[in-house]
């Protein structure tokens, strides 16, 4: 996110953090870790930082973690964005990943030889998969090596056992119906060559949340504030203006609806078929 959301340090107060297992942040081996710890880090963070009420953005597997935060802390927040956000727990059907689709054989090939390489470090080996066509799965245009060598140097520090620990819960979350009576504006933003899933995923999405705005932005993959930064900014911009508190009457009314239908769901557990991501 550094330093492309300086360009909203005019208009927001900007808080960059580190979930636990991630770079600096301190993780203590046998406290185990999950979606729900990692939602009353984010409000003990809130609660640290003295802020009454904020405004909660969450990116691919961030966004469900933002809106687990939400529908825990509602009475804490002042909007939702969610950008790219990932569909686990919705009722959300996808078709297959466009990440490959504009590879060559051989340029997959060539990734895979340098992954199977035991001599190069996890920083090398990502730098030189993606130096080598890798980007094409995220990236709308080709990134310098320079970007290349800082996503690969800062953006891979985490646990070696996070994506294990993480995505059993993340699979198992059922979030069927909790917005469909949410009063709390949320902005959706969605990139139309986002290979990271099928093209029909910004409708599919947005159908879970009601009332919520989408924004598609027509020349971005995965990152739209890398892509279209002028536009991305202004869109939240605008969504940041529009924002006014609600009433305690309504939030509370909505968490009791996520808590009795939480109660539903442990009783008759609905089944639907899990997203693609």
């Known amino acids: 996110f550094h330093p492309h959301f300086s360009q909203a340090k005019d208009f927001v107060r900007i808080i960059y953090y580190e979930q636990r297992l991630h770079a600096l942040s301190i993780y203590k081996k046998g406290k185990g870790y999950s979606i729900d710890q990692a939602v009353d880090d984010l409000d003990n963070l809130r609660k640290a930082l003295k802020i009454k009420k904020w405004i909660v953005l969450g990116s691919s597997y961030g966004g469900t973690l933002a809106q687990c935060y939400v529908m825990k802390y509602p009475e804490r927040v002042l909007g939702l964005v969610l950008v790219g ?14 990440q490959y689709d504009f590879m060559s054989q051989e340029e997959k090939m060539k990734i895979l030889e340098i992954y199977r390489n035991r ?54 979350l059922d979030l069927k119906g909790s917005f469909n009576k949410c009063p709390l504006p949320i902005l959706i933003m969605e990139g139309k060559w986002d290979l990271t899933w099928s093209a029909d995923k910004p409708k599919k999405l947005h159908a879970c949340f009601p009332g919520s705005k989408l924004v598609v932005f027509e020349r971005s993959s995965h990152c739209y504030f890398e892509d279209e930064p002028e536009k991305f900014f202004a869109v939240l911009k605008d969504f940041v203006d529009g924002l006014s508190e609600l009433s305690e009457t309504k939030i509370s009314a909505w968490k009791a609806q996520i808590t009795k239908l939480n109660k539903e769901k442990e009783k008759s557990p609905a089944h639907f078929p899990k997203s693609s991501r």
């Open 85 to 98: 956000s990932a569909t686990y727990g919705l009722p959300v059907t996808l078709g297959r990943t466009r």
């Open 119 to 172: 001599s190069l470090s996890l920083e090398q080996s990502v730098f030189n998969a993606h130096l080598n066509a890798d980007w094409k799965r995220q990236s709308f245009y080709r990134p310098s090596k320079e970007q290349l060598a800082r996503m690969a140097l800062y953006e891979w520090k985490h646990d070696g056992h996070f994506r294990t620990r993480i995505s059993g819960i993340l699979n198992s």
